[in-house]
């Protein structure tokens, strides 16, 4: 699985490398998961899905392929209705081994899809006005990998980006088509994971790449990092960090997922699927912590979700 979101009401959504998107329910006490809906969006390599919390049956789905055309319906029980479709980023560049294909983030209080990728700009989409509401140049040769949004009460709104060369960049969304500020050349391979999140008395960002290194920053100080764990020493798929507990979750192809304190703290290693006599886990592609419970889910290569409480 290549995308999916642990979300609020008890859904998960998942989307494949083939485009398809499914959403599934899921109950406690080791209930079975349910089939909630399913689809196939269409041409769209390595797909994100992205909720909207104030409308709980509202998803926002993209991927790297530049048509797209209205969802259909495959073997669910309730039809989903196409609310508006449109390409995020016209230039994205042809697909290639060390392409990152399209990569999103939802601001919710501003209602603003942020879009990059293989393209030089980043693209704010306003969802009310289903309008481009602006664009910034990124200012580098390196695709964009990820992308993480952070808005404070004061109106501010910043928009982090990974790049594939282990740079980060900083786009301020309040000035008008200034470029990316390119900071903290720290990581020296593909950045797999960026997110920001309010920690008092600092506001912190972590940023994570394949060598299998974290590190935090300061948002007033982002010249250097205040502090890097050493996650893991295979190659990192995937790292997450939990919205409000200080949770990390990372991934590797060698098939395990570990989980730490934000201070470096090993928490667990899962290696194996609960059960009698329980299979190996697969290759890690994705990974998502609930926006507030202990809750986690992972996705592997080979098609299986694991939720896992924390």
Request: net charge neutral; charged share 20%.
């Given at each position: 699985?290549s995308?999916?979101n642990?979300?609020y009401y008890?859904d998960?959504?998942?989307?494949?490398?083939?485009?398809?998107?499914?959403?599934d329910?899921?109950r406690?006490?080791?209930?079975?998961?349910?089939?909630v809906?399913?689809?196939?969006?269409g041409?769209?390599?390595?797909?994100?899905?992205?909720?909207q919390?104030?409308?709980p049956?509202?998803r926002?789905?993209?991927?790297?392929?530049?048509?797209?055309?209205?969802p259909?319906?495959?073997?669910?029980?309730?039809?989903?209705?196409?609310?508006?479709?449109?390409?995020a980023?016209d230039d994205?560049?042809?697909?290639?081994?060390?392409?990152?294909g399209?990569?999103?983030?939802?601001?919710?209080?501003?209602?603003?899809?942020?879009?990059?990728g293989?393209?030089?700009l980043?693209?704010?989409?306003?969802?009310?006005a289903e309008q481009?509401?602006?664009?910034w140049?990124?200012?580098?040769s390196?695709?964009?990998t990820?992308l993480a949004?952070?808005?404070?009460d004061?109106?501010?709104?910043l928009?982090f980006?990974?790049?594939?060369?282990?740079?980060l960049?900083?786009?301020?969304?309040?000035?008008?088509g200034n470029?990316?500020?390119k900071?903290?050349?720290e990581?020296?391979?593909?950045?797999?994971?960026?997110?920001?999140y309010d920690?008092?008395?600092?506001?912190?960002?972590?940023?994570?790449?394949?060598?299998g290194d974290a590190r935090?920053?300061?948002?007033?100080?982002?010249?250097?990092?205040?502090?890097?764990?050493?996650v893991?020493?295979?190659?990192?798929t995937?790292l997450?960090a939990?919205e409000?507990?200080?949770?990390l979750?990372?991934?590797?192809?060698?098939?395990?997922?570990k989980?730490?304190?934000?201070d470096?703290r090993q928490l667990n290693?899962?290696?194996y699927?609960?059960?009698f006599?329980g299979?190996?886990i697969g290759?890690?592609?994705?990974?998502?912590?609930?926006?507030?419970?202990?809750l986690?889910a992972a996705?592997s290569?080979d098609?299986?979700v694991?939720?896992?409480?924390?």
């Amino acid at each position: 699985w290549s995308r999916f979101n642990l979300e609020y009401y008890k859904d998960l959504d998942v989307a494949d490398v083939d485009a398809a998107y499914e959403n599934d329910g899921w109950r406690h006490h080791h209930d079975d998961p349910y089939d909630v809906n399913r689809f196939v969006g269409g041409q769209a390599p390595g797909p994100q899905a992205q909720q909207q919390q104030r409308d709980p049956a509202g998803r926002f789905f993209g991927g790297g392929g530049l048509r797209q055309r209205p969802p259909r319906s495959t073997e669910n029980r309730h039809r989903p209705k196409l609310l508006t479709s449109f390409v995020a980023v016209d230039d994205l560049a042809a697909q290639t081994a060390r392409s990152s294909g399209m990569a999103l983030t939802w601001a919710q209080r501003d209602g603003m899809l942020f879009a990059s990728g293989d393209s030089p700009l980043l693209r704010a989409w306003d969802a009310r006005a289903e309008q481009l509401a602006g664009s910034w140049p990124v200012q580098s040769s390196s695709c964009v990998t990820c992308l993480a949004h952070h808005g404070s009460d004061g109106g501010g709104n910043l928009v982090f980006a990974g790049f594939g060369d282990g740079s980060l960049g900083l786009v301020d969304t309040r000035t008008k088509g200034n470029p990316a500020a390119k900071f903290g050349k720290e990581h020296d391979a593909w950045i797999v994971h960026v997110s920001a999140y309010d920690v008092s008395p600092r506001r912190q960002l972590v940023s994570a790449c394949l060598d299998g290194d974290a590190r935090f920053w300061d948002f007033r100080h982002l010249k250097q990092s205040l502090h890097t764990i050493n996650v893991q020493s295979s190659t990192m798929t995937n790292l997450v960090a939990h919205e409000t507990a200080p949770l990390l979750a990372s991934g590797s192809h060698n098939q395990f997922v570990k989980f730490m304190a934000r201070d470096g703290r090993q928490l667990n290693i899962i290696r194996y699927h609960d059960g009698f006599l329980g299979q190996r886990i697969g290759p890690v592609s994705s990974l998502a912590f609930h926006p507030s419970k202990l809750l986690a889910a992972a996705g592997s290569t080979d098609s299986i979700v694991g939720i896992y409480a924390c």
